[in-house]
Antibody, heavy 121, light 106 residues
Framework: QLRLQESGPGLVKPSETLSLTCAVS??????????WGWIRQPPGKGLEYIGS???????FYNPSLKTRVTLSVDTSKNQFSLRLTSVTAADTAVYYC?????????????WGQGTLVTVSS | DIQMTQSPSSLSASVGDRVTISCRAS??????LNWYQQKPGKAPKVLLY???NLQRGVPSRFSGSGSETDFTLTITSLQPEDFATYYC?????????FGQGTRVEI
């Protein structure tokens, strides 16, 4: 059973860069059945896909965030990371990392607990 | 992007009720549709994938149906622990997109 754990600052200033890491345990990040994803949820609102990364570095990004988002993977540490530049208050959200498993179709089978990131000066 | 529209946005139900939530895709997505349950302060949990496949450990009172553009999540005999928000999500084409959610209240 996979476990995912997000880490990173809970407070980021406007115009700065949000950086989060997701540590994966209970399985290898190089498992070819998985992409590794980031999803966010503004307070009181719905879920928004940010992007996904494969262990070889292949990525998909949400076009609405693409110019500001970079995903990376570190197979030696079994973790993957999110960078979001030029943040504004609209980026305040709970950020989740999740494993995107390929079965009949892709679905998020394991999620981190989520980490609240607040953008404020 | 594929737009996912859920209905209703919220509903009130009682323990033992049969509940149905609809999800409509803005274009055909075959059966590449997942359902999640989210409780306050918690991460979402997958209930069904591929429109109708029950995830391991999920009670059989949850079921899903549909294909292409119209999908349904059904909960037979609603239990107290089922009061939550439910989301559909398509994984037919990137970016994956979610419905806006359906809140099931007592």
């Amino acid at each position: 059973q996979l476990r995912l754990q997000e880490s990173g600052p809970g407070l980021v200033k406007p115009s700065e860069t949000l950086s989060l890491t997701c540590a994966v345990s209970g399985g290898s990040i190089t498992n070819s059945h998985y992409y590794w994803g980031w999803i966010r949820q503004p307070p009181g609102k719905g879920l928004e896909y940010i992007g996904s990364i494969f262990y070889d570095g292949g990525t998909f990004y949400n076009p609405s965030l693409k110019t500001r988002v970079t995903l990376s993977v570190d197979t030696s540490k079994n973790q993957f990371s999110l960078r979001l530049t030029s943040v504004t208050a609209a980026d305040t959200a709970v950020y989740y990392c999740a494993s995107d498993y390929n079965s009949v179709n892709y679905y998020y089978d394991y999620w981190g607990q989520g980490t609240l990131v607040t953008v404020s000066s | 992007d594929i737009q996912m529209t859920q209905s209703p946005s919220s509903l009130s139900a009682s323990v033992g009720d049969r509940v149905t939530i609809s999800c409509r895709a803005s274009q055909r997505i075959s059966i590449y549709l997942n359902w999640y349950q989210q409780k306050p302060g918690k991460a979402p949990k997958v209930l069904l994938y591929g429109a109708s496949n029950l995830q391991r450990g999920v009670p059989s009172r949850f079921s899903g149906s549909g294909s292409e553009t119209d999908f349904t999540l059904t909960i037979t005999s609603l239990q107290p622990e089922d009061f939550a928000t439910y989301y559909c999500q398509q994984s037919f084409s990137s970016p994956w997109t979610f419905g806006q959610g359906t809140r099931v209240e007592i």
